[in-house]
C-alpha cells in the first residue's frame, strides 16, 4: 500500500523525517504511518543532557563532583540564555567537553575527570564493552554489508567528524514545534533506557510531559503500566507445577496515538544492551 513508518535510534531525525513527509505529503508517493525514536536527543539539550543528579545517584559521581558537573551546565544555560548567537560555539565547545568520552590520545571530559568512566552509555560498564567493538568489525565485512544493501565497497565509519563538527550548532535547535507537529499527525513511540547515563530517562520523561498538542492533558494525567512481553508467568515445572511470575520489561504510557516507554536494565546503547526487548516493542507499534 506504499506506507511507510521511520524508526531511528537517534530520535530528532525520525521526527525531522515525519515532519517533512507529513507536511509536504506529494513530494514521495508513500502514505505515511508513524515514527519511532530511540534514545535519541528531542528536549532542549542542556536540560536533557543535564545528567548530574542521574550519576550522583548511581554512584558516578561524589557530591563534590555532582556540584561541579551541576555548575558546568548552569553556566552553559546562563550562557545560552542570553540568546547572543556568537556565544553559541562556545555554548558548543563547552557542552562536548563536558559530556561523552574523548579518544585514547583526546583530551578527557569533565564526565571522565570526575567519574573515572570511558563511557558515558550506561552506569553497568567503565569501558565500551568488547563485544560492542567487535560488533564495527562484523558490520564492515562485505557479507553483512550486502545482507543490509549497504554496498559492499563502502567503509563504516563510526564517527565522521567532520559531519559531526558541521551539525554541531543544530544541537541547540529547539524542535519542540517539529516534535508537537508530528504527535498531532501520525503515531509515535519514542522509548528511553531507564539505565540512560548519556540522557537520562528522567529528563526525556518531564519533557513529554511539557509538550501541547492534542492529546497533551491526557497524555500528563495518563497511568503508566507495565510492559510486558513475555506475559506474567511461567511454568518450568509443567502444566501441574506451580506458575513461577516473570519480570516486566519495562514501563509503557499512552494517549492518543503516542506511546513513550521506558525499558528497564538498557542504557543509551538501546541495541546492544537489550536487542529482544526493542525488537518486541516496535513490532508491537508496528503491528
Given at each position: ?140 565485512r562485505p557479507e553483512f554489508k550486502a545482507i543490509i544493501h549497504a554496498g559492499v565497497n563502502n567503509s563504516l565509519q563510526y564517527a565522521n567528524k ?85 519480570s516486566a520489561a519495562g514501563y509503557t504510557k499512552s494517549a492518543g496515538n503516542f506511546t513513550s516507554a521506558v525499558v ?24
Amino acid at each position: 500500500n506504499n506506507t511507510l513508518f521511520s524508526f531511528v535510534f537517534t530520535a530528532r531525525f525520525s521526527v525531522a523525517l515525519a515532519y517533512d513527509m507529513l507536511s509536504c505529503p506529494g513530494v514521495v508517493n508513500l502514505t505515511y504511518q508513524g515514527t519511532i525514536g530511540g534514545v535519541g536527543f528531542l528536549a532542549p539539550v542542556l536540560d536533557l543532557a543535564d545528567s548530574s543528579d542521574f550519576l550522583l545517584q548511581t554512584s558516578m559521581l561524589t557530591t563534590e563532583g555532582h556540584q561541579k558537573f551541576k555548575a558546568q551546565f548552569d553556566a552553559m544555560r546562563m550562557l545560552f540564555a542570553q540568546h547572543n548567537s556568537t556565544l553559541y560555539p562556545l555554548v558548543i565547545g563547552m557542552l562536548f567537553q563536558t559530556i561523552f568520552a574523548a579518544g585514547p590520545n583526546e583530551t578527557k571530559t569533565l564526565f571522565q575527570n570526575l567519574t573515572l568512566y570511558n563511557s558515558h552509555a550506561s552506569p553497568l560498564y567503565t569501558e565500551r564493552p568488547a563485544s560492542m567493538l567487535l560488533s564495527f568489525g562484523l558490520a564492515d565485512r562485505p557479507e553483512f554489508k550486502a545482507i543490509i544493501h549497504a554496498g559492499v565497497n563502502n567503509s563504516l565509519q563510526y564517527a565522521n567528524k567532520s559531519l559531526f563538527m558541521s551539525l554541531a550548532l543544530d544541537w541547540l535547535r529547539d524542535i519542540t514545534p517539529s516534535v508537537e507537529y508530528v504527535l498531532n499527525n501520525t503515531r509515535v513511540l519514542f522509548y528511553n533506557g531507564q539505565l540512560d547515563a548519556l540522557f537520562p530517562s528522567v529528563n526525556s520523561q518531564a519533557y513529554y510531559d511539557k509538550l501541547n498538542w492534542t492529546h497533551a492533558e491526557d497524555y500528563r494525567n495518563a497511568s503508566r503500566s507495565l510492559w510486558e512481553p513475555y506475559g506474567q508467568y511461567i511454568m518450568p515445572f509443567g502444566d501441574k507445577g506451580p506458575l513461577v511470575p516473570i519480570s516486566a520489561a519495562g514501563y509503557t504510557k499512552s494517549a492518543g496515538n503516542f506511546t513513550s516507554a521506558v525499558v528497564l536494565g538498557m542504557g543509551h546503547y538501546a541495541g546492544f544492551d537489550k536487542p529482544d526487548e526493542i525488537y518486541h516493542l516496535m513490532m508491537e507499534f508496528l503491528d
